[in-house]
């Protein structure tokens, strides 16, 4: 049998979403019908929730090696989390949603939400989350309570909350594989006096790099990358000011300084001669691709330094007949990253991690108040943020840029310079009667000065408020009939500030003169253009023309620095669910709801142009810098979805069943295509399927718990009308991008005793993912298939837990995969990947009192 059928027979019989640990230590008679969420931000039971919700407690987190929201994906069906250049870059994916691209400016289709506070992006919220009670998992969109930016679903984490009884706890780990590492962490809580009580956590890793680097020429020196390095800290006070009114206060900090993302050559197409000739090895030639000897070619820096921190509020108090909830957040983050944007050895393109920063501020206010009558359940309640996002970019040009660009205008067999061509193109276009202002010819075969083309250091700020009010209600029809129904309306306002810097490109100043602010290559007065010069080089008109498109690479055109300027946007949206569940007994409950979920629109915080019938007309936005094309719609969901929730064998098995469609308007892309990023809004797009969760815990079996589940998801691009972009016409009618049709998870744990008093755990968790392309564009070479990842651990211990001993591996077959693929910078036909994490072992020691 294959390991693909294994694996699917696997998670089928595992079961889904919670565990017997937790189980069997609120109910030592080990069922399954005694676990509490708050998916509707009131504690309820699991199988009470007319939401596809699975919950995850710390004993199976803990024996999964979750210690950030990435690793969860391997025991969640239906979720899907990817990294790409840097670790704000991190993007989770729920049913086949989420957002889909890099860029900063565009917010999350699935929401993460800590301890009742939202973070501003996924990337923020992937790190260390330190004592979890649990995280539930909430698919489809969540926009009524949870507001914007959940059209996909929620990650919703709840940490453990400070006690007033004595407790602590540490433990060390040492790890090997690829790459060697250890951490340190520890905590402990208790009461300060009668009325207070407070929790401490600290935790410090650290991690060799999983891929060498050859560094070549540099100046990059640190030969390892996807490397691990950061402290945390969060501390609690929980005030009991009556019995009636608390109020918890809360503080994190963490610091990360990392090496990551080199990505690896998977298809080098034919400009990799051309790297070899500027830099020997500086790029797999092509059939010498091996990307999974995760050796990789960067001759400058990729580090990454990370301060996320934060400080927030809850207040509880209970009225005689409601209650009120009060939460207020601020927090910070912020990340320097340098990238060798061109993933070769060759000096041609990078960012220095000092120009190179995102700083996002979020402040955000929370008020509910709920109460119950006899046959109704009420909420009412207001939401308030005030974003601030600081993004500086600067693209700087290596001495090998000018080189590079001379030998592709030239298929690599002379030594033409950019200067000739500048040169020659100045002469042409003052015959055809357009001379070039101050243009000083450069002598024949001289060069550009290295480093004199970039970007210099743009700057954008963007200011984004967004007030909400909701209201979330349940009708108890009957005893076993509920009505829940709810509204949200949002107001949104963003004002974006674009301050491009200058960009002294001398070949690019020249294209531009002659062929105009558009460069548009295809218009039949350049044509005549291209035809002249391609008689004075002897070069093609169609190379002639890729070479004045690299040329004026975006970071490359000084066109920018003419259309500084500030745009504004104002989205007023409803969000919404009505849903009617039926229990027909204790141990069936059926439900389907109608949901509208909605993703705010926002701005390209990039350079942006494009290709084709979408390209940017600048002559028309110098004129009127408001015309640039910076802002995308707002993208909202209408989903339906019918859920079977049953337990089964005296509540020993747990059944769960969903079938879900979701259609999508304005679907918000951004994607890359060697030459730049660009965001575009589909009209139309779709996913539907079903999927299946299950728990058993076998009562003949004491200690034996098998759970897991099976998602099938079929997520759509409509067909809609071409771009003039091939890498964005090709979508129509299409698969989304990392959305397998096919994902399988389960876990098998099983616990005992021995004669001695000690204990033993053994445990196993496991995903398997259909094909899916990784790439935005759906390019073929970026499709990855079908793949399994298992994880192990096995333990012994006290009874008590007062001491645990753990082996434990992730990634146990070794299983190679590429997160997300990628066209490789300014290289036609060449394509690169950041690739997932091969196996690690380790060891654990845990002391608890």
């Not at 059939?287 to 400080?311: C, H, K, M, W």
Request: with cysteine.
């Amino acid at each position: 049998m294959s390991l693909t059928k294994r694996t699917i027979l696997f998670a089928a019989a595992s079961a889904a979403a919670l565990t017997a640990g937790h189980a069997a230590a609120q109910n030592e008679g080990r069922t399954v019908d005694v676990i509490t969420v708050t998916a509707q931000k009131r504690e309820e039971g699991i199988q009470d929730v007319p939401v596809a919700v699975t919950a995850y407690n710390e004993e199976l987190l803990t024996n999964a090696g979750v210690r950030d929201l990435k690793d969860l994906a391997v025991i969640a069906p239906g979720l899907n989390v990817t990294s790409t250049s840097n670790e704000f870059q991190t993007t989770a994916r729920i049913r086949g949603i989420g957002t889909v691209g890099d860029n900063p400016g565009l917010e999350s289709s699935v929401g993460v939400v800590i301890n009742g506070v939202p973070r501003a992006r996924n990337g923020v919220g992937f790190g260390d989350l330190g004592e979890i009670e649990r995280i539930e998992v909430l698919r489809g969109p969540q926009g009524t309570l949870f507001g914007a930016n959940t059209s996909a679903g929620i990650i919703n984490v709840v940490t453990k909350r400070p006690e007033y009884e004595f407790g602590a706890h540490a433990e060390a780990t040492l790890s090997g594989g690829e790459a060697d590492g250890w951490g340190v962490a520890g905590g402990m809580t208790g009461g300060l006096s009668e009325n207070v009580a407070g929790r401490i956590y600290v935790a410090r890793r650290a991690r060799d790099g999983f891929q060498s680097v050859e560094t070549f020429n540099g100046p990059r020196s640190e030969t390892e990358d996807a490397n691990q390095d950061f402290y945390t800290i969060n501390g609690q006070l929980l005030f009991d000011i009556s019995d009636d009114v608390n109020l918890l206060l809360s503080a994190d900090y963490t610091d990360r300084d990392e090496d990551c993302c080199v990505g690896a050559a998977i298809v080098s197409g034919p400009t990799a001669g051309i790297i070899n000739a500027l830099q020997p090895g500086g790029r797999p030639l092509p059939g010498q691709e091996d990307p999974f000897s995760r050796v990789v070619q960067a001759n400058r820096t990729t580090l990454q330094q990370i301060e996320d921190y934060g400080f927030s509020g809850e207040l509880n108090w209970a009225f005689e007949n409601f209650d009120l909830t009060v939460i207020a957040s601020d927090r910070s983050f912020g990340i320097t990253s340098g990238q060798d944007v061109d993933f070769t050895g060759a000096d041609i393109v990078y960012r220095l991690p000092e120009d190179n920063t995102v700083d996002v501020g979020v402040t955000t206010f929370e008020a509910r108040l709920s109460g119950a009558t006899e046959n109704f359940d009420w909420m009412v309640g207001t939401y308030f943020s005030d974003e601030t996002l600081e993004r500086r970019d600067s693209i700087v040009v290596g001495a090998a840029f000018e080189p590079f660009l001379s030998l592709l205008a030239s298929g690599g067999a002379s030594a033409t310079t950019v200067a000739d061509l500048a040169n020659g193109v100045a002469a042409v276009s003052a015959a055809f009667g357009n001379p070039v202002p101050g243009f000083s010819p450069l002598a024949p075969g001289q060069a550009i000065p290295a480093g004199a083309w970039n970007s210099g250091g743009d700057y954008y700020n963007q200011e984004a408020e967004a007030l909400s009010f909701f209201t979330h209600n349940t009708w108890h029809m009957t005893d076993a009939t509920d009505l829940t129904f709810g509204l949200r309306y949002t107001s949104t306002e963003k004002t974006a500030t674009f301050d491009w810097s200058d960009s002294d490109s001398p070949a690019c100043a020249v294209w531009e003169h002659a062929f105009g602010p558009a460069l548009n290559f295809a218009s039949p007065g350049n044509q005549a253009l291209l035809g002249a010069l391609s008689g004075a080089t002897g070069l093609p008109g169609a190379t002639l023309a890729q070479f004045g498109t690299f040329s004026c690479l975006p970071q490359s055109r000084d066109v920018y620095s003419m259309i500084d300027h500030t745009q504004s946007l104002e989205e007023e949206e409803m969000s919404g669910l009505l849903s009617l569940s039926h229990r027909f007994n204790e141990d069936l409950l059926m439900y389907g709801t109608y949901s509208r979920g909605y993703k705010a629109g926002g701005f390209n915080l990039d350079r942006f142009t494009q290709a084709g019938s979408n390209a940017v007309d600048f002559e028309a936005v110098i004129a009127n810098p408001e015309l640039y094309p910076a802002s995308f719609d707002a993208e909202t969901v209408d989903s339906f979805e019918i859920g079977i929730k049953t337990e089964w064998a005296n509540d020993s098995v747990l059944a769960n069943f969903y079938l879900f469609s979701s259609e999508f308007e304005n679907y918000q892309l951004n994607t890359f295509n060697g030459i730049g990023f660009f965001v575009t809004s589909i009209p139309g797009a779709s996913t539907q399927g079903a999927e299946l969760e299950l728990l058993w815990l076998p009562r003949e079996i004491d200690g034996l718990t098998l759970q897991g589940g099976v998602t099938y998801a079929d997520a759509t691009y409509d067909e809609f009308p071409a771009t003039g972009t091939p890498d964005v016409d090709r979508l129509s009618g299409q698969n989304f991008s990392l959305a397998p049709e096919w994902y399988a998870s389960g876990a098998i744990t099983y616990e005992g005793t021995f004669e001695n008093g000690m204990g033993w755990l053994a445990h196993l968790d496991g995903r398997w993912m259909s094909e899916q392309n990784t790439g935005s564009d759906l390019d073929p070479e970026k499709i990855q298939d079908g793949y399994a990842l298992f994880n192990a651990r096995v333990g012994i211990g006290a009874v008590d837990d007062s001491w645990n001993l753990e082996l434990w591996s992730q990634n146990i077959t070794d299983e190679d995969y590429i997160q997300v693929g990628f066209d490789a910078p300014f290289q036609s036909g060449s394509f690169n990947a950041f690739l997932g994490r091969p196996r690690t072992y380790g060891v654990t020691l845990r002391v608890r009192r």
